[in-house]
């Protein structure tokens, strides 16, 4: 079970999806969670001097921490502040609390908007925290548990980073999707026998399909697939060559987190 939870939050709209999502989750499973406060400021100049934090930053931070308590009332919880406004603090500073957590909840980046965090903070945490990231879409509603979680399946070891760290968040579904990537059917088909034997063994009913990869749109095909099957989580691995040889390492995991329509837990 999910014990010790991480949730990224700023001022953004969809900051309070994020936060009842990782509610839910903490609540279902009894356990703590902490809510990182982290966004992009600059320092309030006067003069020649530099004062940290701007009052634009402690007017979101004091009602991040506000809206954090209302939502956790009951619960084990901590509020912290980052307290840094670069790209590059805020993703080094959350990228390294990010390692002592069992799961780490974060929103997709919106690029048509403005944004008040780094656009590639989720990739830096997904490549450098060695946790999983359940990355919520910047549209629509979601809400746990998933039911109809797709595991997008290549048999690399982030793939089966992301199966083992998905049953945290499967063992309560009606039935887990199999969808098995390989230039060959009948290693795709024994590939998808062994991973529906590891999801048994944890009481967790799946069933399989098989795509065989022919060209570049193999990302598509997946959220393509994901939506035709009713799915409500696509589990994979990040920065893994799932699309390989069309897809560089990582190439696959931008084009899910620019394009995602669903929640996704990625590994690395």
Same mark, same amino acid.
């Given at each position: ?26 609540? !279902? ?26 009052? /634009? ?19 084990? *919880? ?13 993703? !080094? ?17 919106? /690029? ?7 656009? /590639? ?51 309560? *579904? ?11 059917? /009948?290693?795709?088909?024994?590939? *998808? ?33 994901? *939506? ?41």
């Amino acid at each position: 079970m999910l014990k010790n939870l991480m949730v990224h939050l700023d001022q953004s709209p969809r900051s309070e999806t994020r936060l009842k999502i990782a509610v839910a989750l903490a609540k !279902a499973n009894g356990a703590r969670l902490v809510g990182m406060f982290g966004q992009r400021s600059r320092a309030k100049q006067v003069g020649s001097i530099a004062n940290w934090p701007p009052e /634009e930053y402690i007017s979101a931070r004091d009602a991040s921490k506000q809206l954090f308590m209302q939502e956790t009332r009951g619960l084990r *919880c901590e509020w912290v502040d980052v307290n840094r406004g670069s790209d590059s603090e805020i993703q !080094a500073v959350f990228t390294q609390n990010a390692r002592y957590f069992d799961l780490i909840v974060m929103g997709q980046h919106n /690029e048509s908007s403005d944004s008040y965090c780094p656009p /590639e903070l989720v990739e830096e945490v997904l490549a450098n925290s060695g946790r999983p990231v359940l990355i919520i879409p910047y549209v629509g509603d979601f809400s746990i548990p998933f039911k109809r979680p797709l595991i997008a399946w290549n048999a690399s070891p982030e793939a089966s980073h992301a199966l083992n760290d998905s049953f945290y968040l499967i063992n309560s *579904c009606e039935q887990a999707i199999i969808l098995a990537f390989d230039s060959s059917i /009948e290693r795709a088909e024994k590939s *998808c026998e062994e991973v529906s034997t590891q999801l048994a063994c944890h009481g967790v009913k799946s069933r399989a399909d098989v795509m065989v990869i022919e060209d570049i749109g193999v990302m598509d095909m997946l959220l393509n697939n994901a *939506c035709d099957q009713g799915a409500d989580l696509l589990v994979m691995g990040a920065h893994s060559q799932l699309g390989f040889p069309f897809f560089s390492r990582g190439a696959g995991t931008r084009h899910i987190l620019r394009t995602m329509v669903l929640p996704v837990l990625m590994s690395s």
